[in-house]
């Protein structure tokens, strides 16, 4: 399963991006600043999959998921967190 982490500035389109890949209609709250993570499952629609299905005609077939982790609080606070080191002062 892959995992994808939703981050960056505010009103950027993060919220709307995650509920529509994960058909997720309750929006992330922000906590402030805390670091609170929402988990969604996007399913991966693949031809390739229905194809192979009504080849071998399994008892069940299962989609590609995608693990997405949206991050509720604002960017500075984020940021804060890291490294500050820039290529300037290695």
Same mark, same amino acid.
């Given at each position: 399963? +892959?995992?994808? *982490?939703?981050? !960056?500035?505010?009103?950027? !389109?993060? #919220? =709307? +991006? $995650?509920?529509?890949? =994960?058909?997720? @209609?309750?929006?992330?709250?922000? !906590? @402030? !600043?805390?670091?609170? *993570?929402?988990?969604?499952? /996007?399913?991966?629609?693949?031809?390739?999959?229905?194809?192979?299905?009504?080849?071998?005609?399994?008892?069940?077939?299962?989609?590609?998921?995608?693990? +997405? &982790? $949206? $991050?509720?609080?604002?960017?500075?606070? +984020?940021?804060? &967190?890291?490294?500050? /080191? #820039?290529? *300037?002062?290695?």
């Amino acid at each position: 399963m +892959l995992r994808t *982490a939703l981050i !960056g500035f505010p009103s950027s !389109g993060k #919220t =709307t +991006l $995650f509920q529509l890949m =994960t058909s997720q @209609h309750e929006a992330p709250k922000a !906590g @402030h !600043g805390k670091l609170e *993570a929402v988990v969604g499952v /996007a399913r991966v629609p693949d031809a390739r999959v229905d194809q192979l299905a009504e080849l071998y005609q399994p008892k069940k077939k299962t989609p590609a998921r995608r693990n +997405l &982790t $949206f $991050f509720s609080p604002s960017l500075p606070p +984020l940021l804060s &967190t890291c490294s500050t /080191a #820039t290529p *300037a002062n290695r």
